[in-house]
């Protein structure tokens, strides 16, 4: 069991973080140890609680304060797939942290109270800080935000509407007690907008500013090896050394290899402490998207210049996952069913990989080798990803169809891009995932679509010829039949949305 | 001024643990500080569907870091047997496994993590034996865990022949998994002289309590189950628990430590049952009006490899065949069909809700056939309040509101226009089509094996005039717990907070029936009601005597007793009572009246009276993908006289989108060697908060009122709202049905995926393009 110590001065082997206001000091702690099982076994926090360890119930979710400039970006993610050495430089907020020493409920707690918002009580901690993550980062969400700050978040009794309405109602508890000496937990997001920060908000900020580190943090466990490097350089030097390590990012896959499938994680080479792999930069032609920025930062940014991706952006899993899991990580785990693959696939995507000082360019399609394997070398990672930006020629959609609209793994999901110029198609890309060993293009399709007038015959030609580059299996998510049916219409619909017929092709749009 | 008591009846108080939910202080199974020296399990499972065992070599599981103990059948000192009513569900499966999933053996050590790891490690050698894992093998093989029942009044067989229009169909309506956030877990503390402590998520401690029992070979009187609170339940914790308490007190009995044992979310999907799915036949008879003549049901329920509670849910779905509907001339014949694959168990609804969809399904075909607004067929089939009211169990239905209920509803939802209006939208909406349903609920309450339908409670009053409360009811998040508080509120006229309601233990309330068939606050309530009575007859008593007056003049009213003129606080007359040595403990009981019924006949009152409500569904579907939306609802949903609206409230809102979740989203799949391969939520999708509908008005039906003397004249609300979402499946096939410009009846299999409305509406357009063909044929050249 991990060694916990109150305040310690900075040395390496030992995982700083801040937890209810006072920075805590673990040592010897695994490296794989999950932040869940750490407060509920090590610190008889038992408020966060263990719905499902893969990060799909959101029972376990918790909030991270981190540093961003001179204000502080307040985050949820779940507990269960974070590993205890991430908290690194953090404020650790638990739904214990919450609650006033005197006894009396956070704003966020008071209003799902008030509102009924919980039956049996055990999703109710991992809403509430879904709902304290939303308080501390948005002033008048709507109802399209409150859905998606808790889309992550399960809950089987209530049917959500009560939830939902505390969301709505827990700004109002803040009004008239927000004073000078106020806790920073209760000021909401508005609040610290408007005004001076109050002491206590400053002191949180000095207490993080205090644990932030400089050099690498490396970890010796047993026979466990951590290592957090700070820069790229060092990264790639111990990526070198240690080419078998396994590099964590978001965790939000890695995490589910120890809590589902209990594997040995010996060498673990965390990224997220190395700023220069979490930088977003725009150029004349590209977005380029550092490996280690989060999906909730990358996606932002991709949207800003591709709108049409809002809805699959949305839909892909839920902000906890977001917000921990990377663009990088999305990409170099190589899952067959990756749902900003088929999107950035067909953008042109290309990835910059950096081994030792060597960097190279290698267009994302060529990445994936076969079934979760990729075309990175020994000691070698991801360092960047560059996103062309729109041509007004081009149209570009991604669609994706799972059993459930939020937080769903695709049973289809396609891309497309395709510049019309004068009516006839003179480049096209299509790709999908979910239906073959890969993420991949469709180069029958792709032929059939090339110079080819944008009309209907085009559009039934190639739908027919998508039976050439897929032959799709059946699973828990849909059957082959209607994965081979589905490929297809999705690429009807993309002509119907390009072609200016302007008819409802989405259900979700008529929500609006 | 005001004479109520604060969290009296009818009073919208919050749940008694909402801020500890909120907080973090509630504790579940789970977060009780662990004793020193407490051991972590794991169970070993099958990996096989259906298989003789070959041989089971522990060797690894025993030599593995931090081991402790391992068990297997031959360590049970008592019955190797946990099944509710036949004793054919083993603890650990010895000769034969029977689905993939099944206990086989255990293992206790010092962590969870060192038990998990080691349950892997048996080495186990399988001959594999023919598996059925469709309720369509199993009948085709004639393999059935129970006898088959069937019901018949009238003469079905010769009304549908003498009809002037005939249909036949076919639905298979899915499985669901309960999915309560908190899954699986016991923790048992041995005490002295081989006596037991049980801490168990269940929602029938009495029966973990005569389980544990049974298989340690021990008096019930040597075993106290104890749960303060499960993190949901929905029938799921009903019979189920008793394995992992089981499996937990012969690992503690053995190591003499405490042990517990939960179980990940994947076990816990891949050990225990879930609703039963079925696949229902009819053929149906009826007149002009679409007037039901005759109906014959043929029900294959997938019970799994075991009964378990499988008897009773399926009589429910019999039982319910009728829905709302009068149906003079029936027959239900019930398969309760044997598979390998998890046996299957009560879930809210427990049956009806399967038994509903037939009829409606049933109800919506005749509609397409006449070409008429189903909500039309479906008035015309409706009960009536004093005639056409003799259920087809021969039960009269006394308190029949579901005329006045969908009256109400299709005005305040706009039905009608909203009807007229999307036909509008589809005929200029090529892909994306909208459909709506009515449909109506009325759900019989009582356990139908009428023996459970009895209740205790404990009630004590302490000298400082605190009160501590004690029921058989447990607590899993539907407010029973304050419910019936607040039946002792109003009974004693004192204030809620001055009552401690406690946790829900077999030493206090013995032989509690399961909390369960939405009779808990009705029961439980009864109960408590009956010994705060005794109580006040003797405070009542008391107080005339000491005070020198006619029991007549003394009125118990907001915390204060008046006698005559006199008046005294409460916790005055309670210390007065101590002092005159008067019993401040009581003790309540209650059984359901009148009901009754043989289930040789299937004839009787197997349902003390019954609840109603109905739901108007809107839905968007897109034809090219089959992805769809539910857009808006409106309910309305009868409680009676409601014991707590806030919490009511929530039991219909909750229900609807658990039930909309198993009729549109939530699809359990087995591979073909019969694993379950949606066993945690990153594959078994359950609504999230963007699945509700933007517009979801949902009412209490305001003139409700219990026709029968139930506490203070409410009704149960657990299950009977979850079958309001049946609006959402039929709301769908309207959609679907205006592909075919609405002459044919769509087939449509529950859960309506994306990919079962594609294929439906792929269906339809085939059947329509050879009934266009067929008429082409037909006309003379």
Same mark, same amino acid.
């Given at each position: 069991?991990?060694?916990?110590?109150?305040?310690?001065?900075?040395?390496?082997?030992?995982?700083?973080?801040?937890?209810? +206001?006072?920075?805590?000091?673990?040592?010897?702690?695994?490296?794989?140890?999950?932040?869940?099982?750490?407060?509920?076994?090590?610190?008889?926090?038992?408020?966060?609680?263990?719905?499902? @360890?893969?990060?799909? /119930?959101?029972?376990?979710?918790?909030?991270?304060?981190?540093?961003?400039?001179?204000?502080?970006?307040?985050?949820?993610?779940?507990?269960?797939?974070?590993?205890?050495?991430?908290?690194?430089?953090?404020?650790?907020?638990?739904?214990?942290?919450?609650?006033?020493?005197?006894?009396?409920?956070?704003?966020?707690?008071?209003?799902?109270?008030?509102?009924?918002?919980?039956?049996?009580?055990? /999703?109710?901690?991992?809403?509430?800080?879904?709902?304290?993550?939303?308080?501390?980062?948005?002033?008048?969400?709507?109802?399209?935000?409150?859905?998606?700050?808790?889309?992550?978040?399960?809950?089987?009794?209530?049917?959500?509407?009560?939830?939902?309405?505390?969301? +709505?109602?827990?700004?109002?508890?803040?009004? +008239?007690?927000?004073?000078?000496?106020?806790?920073?937990?209760? /000021?909401?997001?508005?609040?610290?907008?408007?005004?001076?920060?109050?002491?206590?908000?400053?002191?949180?900020?000095?207490?993080?500013?205090?644990?932030?580190?400089?050099?690498?943090?490396?970890?010796?466990?047993?026979?466990?090896?951590?290592?957090?490097?700070?820069?790229?350089?060092?990264?790639?030097?111990?990526?070198?050394?240690?080419?078998?390590?396994?590099?964590?990012?978001?965790?939000?896959?890695?995490?589910?290899?120890?809590?589902?499938?209990?594997?040995?994680?010996?060498?673990?080479?965390?990224?997220?402490?190395?700023?220069?792999?979490?930088?977003?930069?725009?150029?004349?032609?590209?977005?380029?998207?550092?490996?280690?920025?989060?999906?909730?930062?990358?996606?932002?940014?991709?949207?800003?210049?591709?709108?049409?991706?809002?809805?699959?952006?949305?839909?892909?899993?839920?902000?906890?996952?977001?917000?921990?899991?990377?663009?990088?990580?999305?990409?170099?785990?190589?899952?067959?069913?990756?749902?900003?693959?088929?999107?950035?696939?067909?953008? +042109?995507?290309?990835?910059?990989?950096?081994?030792?000082?060597?960097?190279?360019?290698?267009?994302?399609?060529?990445?994936?080798?076969?079934?979760?394997?990729? @075309?990175?070398?020994?000691?070698?990672?991801?360092?960047?990803?560059?996103?062309?930006?729109?041509?007004?020629?081009?149209?570009?959609?991604?669609?994706?169809?799972?059993?459930?609209?939020?937080?769903?793994?695709?049973?289809?999901?396609?891309?497309?891009?395709?510049?019309?110029?004068?009516?006839?198609?003179?480049?096209?890309?299509?790709?999908?995932?979910?239906?073959?060993?890969?993420?991949?293009? @469709?180069?029958?399709?792709?032929?059939?679509?090339?110079?080819?007038?944008?009309?209907?015959?085009?559009?039934?030609?190639?739908?027919?010829?998508?039976?050439?580059?897929?032959?799709?299996?059946?699973?828990?998510?849909?059957?082959?039949?209607?994965?081979?049916?589905?490929?297809?219409?999705?690429?009807?619909?993309?002509?119907?949305?390009?072609?200016?017929?302007?008819?409802?092709?989405?259900?979700?749009?008529?929500?609006? | 001024?005001?004479?109520?008591?604060?969290?009296?009846?009818?009073?919208?108080?919050?749940?008694?643990?909402?801020?500890?939910?909120?907080?973090?202080?509630?504790?579940?199974?789970?977060?009780?500080?662990?004793?020193?020296?407490?051991?972590?399990?794991?169970?070993?499972?099958?990996?096989?569907?259906?298989?003789?065992?070959?041989?089971?070599?522990?060797?690894?599981?025993?030599?593995?870091?931090?081991?402790?103990?391992?068990?297997?059948?031959?360590?049970?000192?008592?019955?190797?047997?946990?099944?509710?009513?036949?004793?054919?569900?083993?603890?650990?499966?010895?000769?034969?496994?029977?689905?993939?999933?099944?206990?086989?053996?255990?293992?206790? !050590?010092?962590?969870?993590?060192?038990?998990?790891?080691?349950?892997?490690?048996?080495?186990?050698?399988? #001959?594999?034996?023919?598996?059925?894992?469709?309720? =369509?093998?199993?009948?085709?093989?004639?393999?059935?865990?129970?006898?088959?029942?069937?019901?018949?009044?009238?003469?079905?067989?010769?009304? $549908?022949?003498?009809?002037?229009?005939?249909?036949?169909?076919?639905?298979?309506?899915?499985?669901?998994?309960?999915?309560?956030?908190?899954?699986?877990?016991?923790?048992?503390?041995?005490?002295?002289?081989?006596?037991?402590?049980?801490?168990?998520?269940?929602?029938?401690?009495? =029966?973990?309590?005569?389980?544990?029992?049974?298989?340690?070979?021990?008096?019930?009187?040597?075993?106290?189950?104890? &749960?303060?609170?499960?993190?949901?339940?929905?029938?799921?914790?009903?019979?189920?628990?008793?394995?992992?308490? &089981?499996?937990?007190?012969?690992?503690?009995?053995?190591?003499?430590?405490?042990?517990?044992?939960?179980?990940?979310?994947?076990?816990?999907?891949?050990?225990?049952?879930?609703?039963?799915?079925?696949?229902?036949?009819?053929?149906?008879?009826?007149?002009?009006?679409?007037?039901? *003549?005759?109906?014959?049901?043929?029900?294959?329920?997938?019970?799994?490899?075991?009964?378990?509670?499988?008897?009773?849910?399926?009589?429910?779905?019999?039982?319910?065949?009728?829905?709302?509907?009068?149906?003079?001339?029936?027959?239900?014949?019930?398969?309760? &069909?044997?598979?390998?694959?998890?046996?299957?168990?009560?879930?809210?609804?427990? %049956?009806?809700?399967?038994?509903?969809?037939?009829?409606?399904?049933?109800?919506?075909?005749?509609?397409?056939?006449?070409?008429?607004?189903?909500?039309?067929?479906?008035?015309?089939?409706?009960?009536?309040?004093?005639?056409?009211?003799?259920?087809?169990?021969?039960?009269?239905?006394?308190?029949?509101?579901?005329?006045?209920?969908?009256?109400?509803?299709?005005?305040?939802?706009?039905?009608?226009?909203?009807?007229?209006?999307?036909?509008?939208?589809?005929?200029?909406?090529?892909?994306?089509?909208?459909?709506?349903?009515?449909?109506?609920?009325?759900?019989?309450?009582?356990?139908?094996?009428?023996?459970?339908?009895?209740?205790? &409670?404990?009630?004590?009053?302490?000298?400082?005039?605190?009160?501590?409360?004690?029921?058989?009811?447990? =607590?899993?998040?539907?407010?029973?717990?304050?419910?019936? !508080?607040?039946?002792?509120?109003? =009974?004693?006229?004192?204030?809620?907070?001055?009552?401690?309601?406690?946790?829900?233990?077999?030493?206090?309330?013995?032989?509690?029936?399961?909390?369960?068939?939405?009779?808990?606050?009705?029961?439980?309530?009864?109960?408590?009601?009956?010994?705060?009575?005794?109580?006040?007859?003797?405070?009542?008593?008391?107080?005339?005597?000491?005070?020198?007056?006619?029991?007549?003049?003394?009125?118990?009213?907001?915390?204060?007793?008046?006698?005559?003129?006199?008046?005294?606080?409460?916790?005055?007359?309670?210390?007065?009572?101590?002092?005159?040595?008067?019993?401040?403990?009581?003790?309540?009981?209650?059984?359901?009246?009148?009901?009754?019924?043989?289930?040789?006949?299937?004839?009787?009152?197997?349902?003390?009276?019954?609840?109603?409500?109905?739901?108007?569904? #809107?839905?968007?579907?897109?034809?090219?993908?089959?992805?769809?939306?539910?857009?808006?609802?409106?309910?309305?949903?009868?409680?009676?006289?409601? *014991?707590?609206?806030?919490?009511?409230?929530?039991?219909?809102?909750?229900?609807?989108?658990? %039930?909309?979740?198993?009729?549109?989203?939530?699809?359990?799949?087995?591979?073909?060697?019969?694993?379950?391969?949606?066993?945690?939520?990153?594959?078994?999708?359950?609504?999230?908060?963007?699945?509700?509908?933007?517009?979801?008005?949902?009412?209490?039906?305001?003139?409700?009122?219990?026709?029968?003397?139930?506490?203070?004249?409410?009704?149960?609300?657990?299950?009977?709202?979850?079958?309001?979402? $049946?609006?959402?499946?039929?709301?769908?096939?309207?959609?679907?049905?205006?592909?075919?410009?609405?002459?044919?009846?769509?087939?449509?299999?529950?859960?309506?995926?994306?990919?079962?409305?594609?294929?439906?509406?792929?269906?339809?357009?085939?059947?329509?393009?050879?009934?266009?063909?067929?008429?082409?044929?037909?006309?003379?050249?």
């Amino acid at each position: 069991m991990a060694a916990i110590r109150r305040k310690t001065t900075a040395t390496n082997g030992t995982v700083r973080f801040v937890l209810d +206001g006072e920075v805590v000091a673990v040592d010897h702690v695994d490296p794989t140890r999950t932040v869940l099982n750490f407060l509920r076994e090590d610190l008889g926090r038992t408020g966060t609680k263990e719905g499902c @360890a893969e990060g799909d /119930c959101g029972a376990c979710t918790v909030v991270l304060g981190e540093l961003d400039g001179a204000a502080v970006r307040f985050r949820a993610v779940n507990a269960c797939i974070q590993f205890v050495p991430t908290l690194d430089g953090k404020e650790l907020i638990t739904v214990e942290s919450l609650e006033h020493a005197n006894g009396a409920l956070h704003p966020v707690q008071q209003a799902m109270v008030d509102c009924h918002g919980s039956q049996c009580g055990f /999703c109710t901690p991992g809403f509430v800080m879904s709902l304290f993550a939303l308080y501390k980062s948005a002033s008048r969400p709507s109802r399209t935000d409150i859905n998606d700050a808790i889309a992550g978040n399960l809950c089987r009794c209530t049917g959500y509407r009560p939830i939902v309405e505390a969301a +709505g109602r827990m700004y109002e508890y803040g009004n +008239g007690t927000r004073k000078a000496d106020e806790n920073w937990m209760n /000021c909401s997001f508005s609040s610290l907008t408007d005004r001076q920060p109050s002491r206590s908000e400053r002191d949180m900020i000095e207490r993080l500013r205090s644990i932030q580190r400089r050099d690498m943090l490396a970890l010796t466990t047993g026979n466990r090896l951590y290592f957090a490097p700070a820069r790229v350089a060092e990264l790639a030097d111990i990526r070198v050394a240690h080419p078998e390590a396994r590099i964590v990012a978001g965790g939000t896959d890695v995490g589910l290899w120890v809590t589902k499938q209990h594997r040995d994680l010996d060498k673990v080479i965390y990224v997220g402490n190395v700023a220069e792999l979490k930088q977003i930069a725009l150029t004349d032609t590209h977005i380029e998207i550092g490996a280690a920025a989060s999906l909730t930062d990358a996606f932002a940014a991709l949207v800003g210049d591709y709108p049409e991706f809002d809805e699959l952006f949305r839909r892909f899993a839920s902000p906890p996952i977001r917000n921990a899991g990377t663009l990088g990580g999305n990409i170099a785990n190589g899952s067959p069913i990756g749902d900003s693959m088929p999107a950035l696939i067909v953008l +042109g995507t290309t990835l910059v990989l950096q081994k030792g000082p060597r960097t190279r360019e290698l267009p994302l399609d060529e990445f994936y080798v076969a079934y979760q394997k990729t @075309a990175l070398e020994p000691g070698e990672f991801v360092l960047r990803i560059r996103v062309p930006k729109p041509d007004a020629a081009a149209h570009v959609r991604s669609y994706k169809i799972s059993k459930r609209f939020d937080q769903d793994i695709s049973a289809v999901c396609g891309g497309y891009r395709i510049a019309i110029e004068d009516g006839v198609v003179r480049s096209a890309r299509v790709a999908y995932g979910g239906v073959s060993a890969i993420p991949k293009r @469709a180069p029958a399709c792709e032929r059939a679509l090339v110079d080819q007038p944008w009309n209907e015959d085009t559009v039934r030609a190639a739908m027919a010829a998508l039976d050439r580059d897929y032959t799709p299996l059946t699973d828990m998510r849909a059957s082959a039949a209607y994965r081979k049916l589905v490929t297809k219409n999705l690429l009807y619909r993309f002509w119907v949305e390009t072609t200016g017929q302007y008819t409802a092709t989405r259900v979700l749009e008529s929500f609006a | 001024m005001d004479q109520r008591v604060n969290g009296g009846v009818g009073a919208p108080i919050p749940h008694d643990s909402g801020h500890l939910h909120v907080s973090g202080g509630a504790l579940y199974t789970d977060d009780i500080p662990e004793i020193r020296g407490t051991l972590h399990a794991a169970i070993g499972v099958s990996e096989r569907a259906h298989a003789r065992l070959k041989s089971v070599d522990l060797t690894k599981v025993a030599a593995a870091p931090g081991v402790v103990a391992v068990i297997t059948a031959k360590d049970i000192p008592g019955k190797n047997d946990y099944g509710p009513v036949v004793a054919d569900d083993p603890i650990f499966a010895t000769a034969l496994v029977q689905y993939h999933g099944q206990s086989l053996f255990a293992v206790a !050590a010092k962590t969870v993590e060192e038990a998990r790891r080691a349950a892997r490690l048996g080495v186990i050698e399988y #001959e594999d034996l023919k598996a059925n894992l469709t309720a =369509e093998a199993a009948l085709k093989d004639q393999s059935f865990v129970l006898p088959t029942e069937r019901l018949v009044r009238g003469n079905p067989r010769a009304a $549908i022949a003498t009809a002037p229009h005939r249909l036949a169909g076919k639905i298979r309506i899915g499985g669901q998994d309960q999915f309560y956030l908190e899954g699986m877990v016991a923790y048992v503390v041995p005490r002295e002289d081989g006596t037991m402590l049980v801490y168990s998520s269940t929602q029938h401690p009495g =029966e973990v309590q005569h389980q544990v029992a049974h298989a340690l070979d021990r008096p019930a009187k040597d075993i106290v189950v104890e &749960c303060r609170r499960m993190g949901g339940g929905f029938g799921g914790k009903e019979s189920q628990p008793g394995l992992f308490a &089981c499996v937990a007190a012969l690992l503690a009995q053995k190591t003499r430590r405490p042990v517990k044992l939960r179980a990940d979310r994947d076990d816990d999907m891949m050990i225990t049952g879930k609703r039963h799915d079925f696949v229902t036949e009819y053929e149906v008879g009826f007149d002009d009006d679409g007037r039901i *003549l005759g109906v014959d049901f043929v029900l294959a329920g997938r019970c799994g490899y075991s009964a378990d509670l499988s008897g009773s849910i399926n009589d429910r779905a019999m039982l319910h065949s009728d829905n709302c509907y009068y149906l003079e001339n029936v027959s239900i014949l019930s398969f309760r &069909c044997k598979t390998n694959t998890v046996s299957n168990t009560a879930f809210r609804g427990f %049956g009806g809700p399967q038994g509903m969809i037939g009829i409606e399904a049933v109800i919506d075909d005749i509609a397409r056939h006449l070409d008429k607004d189903p909500l039309d067929v479906r008035k015309a089939n409706f009960y009536g309040v004093t005639e056409r009211n003799v259920t087809h169990y021969r039960q009269t239905i006394v308190d029949n509101v579901i005329h006045d209920i969908v009256a109400d509803l299709e005005k305040s939802a706009d039905y009608h226009a909203r009807r007229e209006a999307l036909r509008a939208f589809n005929a200029k909406s090529p892909f994306v089509k909208r459909g709506i349903a009515l449909t109506p609920v009325k759900f019989g309450i009582s356990f139908t094996a009428t023996h459970l339908n009895q209740a205790g &409670c404990l009630l004590h009053v302490y000298t400082d005039g605190s009160i501590m409360l004690n029921h058989g009811g447990t =607590e899993m998040g539907q407010g029973l717990f304050t419910k019936v !508080a607040q039946v002792v509120a109003e =009974e004693l006229s004192v204030d809620i907070g001055r009552i401690r309601i406690t946790a829900s233990d077999t030493s206090k309330v013995p032989n509690a029936s399961a909390t369960a068939a939405s009779s808990g606050s009705d029961m439980n309530g009864k109960a408590a009601q009956a010994a705060a009575r005794e109580l006040k007859a003797r405070l009542t008593a008391f107080a005339a005597a000491h005070f020198g007056m006619a029991p007549e003049t003394v009125a118990f009213r907001k915390n204060q007793i008046h006698v005559g003129d006199q008046t005294v606080s409460f916790n005055e007359l309670v210390k007065l009572a101590y002092f005159a040595r008067v019993s401040l403990s009581a003790t309540g009981f209650y059984k359901t009246p009148k009901i009754g019924y043989d289930r040789k006949t299937w004839s009787g009152m197997p349902f003390y009276y019954f609840c109603y409500g109905a739901a108007v569904s #809107e839905v968007a579907i897109d034809t090219l993908t089959g992805e769809n939306r539910l857009l808006r609802v409106d309910i309305l949903h009868d409680v009676g006289k409601s *014991l707590n609206p806030a919490i009511d409230m929530g039991q219909i809102e909750g229900g609807f989108v658990q %039930g909309m979740g198993w009729l549109t989203m939530e699809e359990l799949w087995w591979n073909d060697k019969g694993k379950l391969m949606t066993h945690a939520p990153s594959t078994y999708k359950i609504p999230v908060a963007s699945d509700v509908p933007p517009q979801f008005n949902v009412r209490i039906y305001e003139s409700g009122i219990n026709a029968e003397d139930s506490i203070f004249r409410s009704k149960a609300v657990g299950e009977p709202p979850l079958m309001l979402a $049946i609006s959402t499946l039929h709301a769908i096939r309207d959609a679907i049905a205006s592909t075919a410009g609405y002459a044919l009846s769509p087939k449509l299999d529950a859960p309506a995926t994306a990919e079962a409305i594609l294929m439906s509406i792929n269906e339809l357009a085939t059947r329509r393009a050879k009934v266009t063909a067929a008429a082409k044929a037909a006309v003379p050249a």
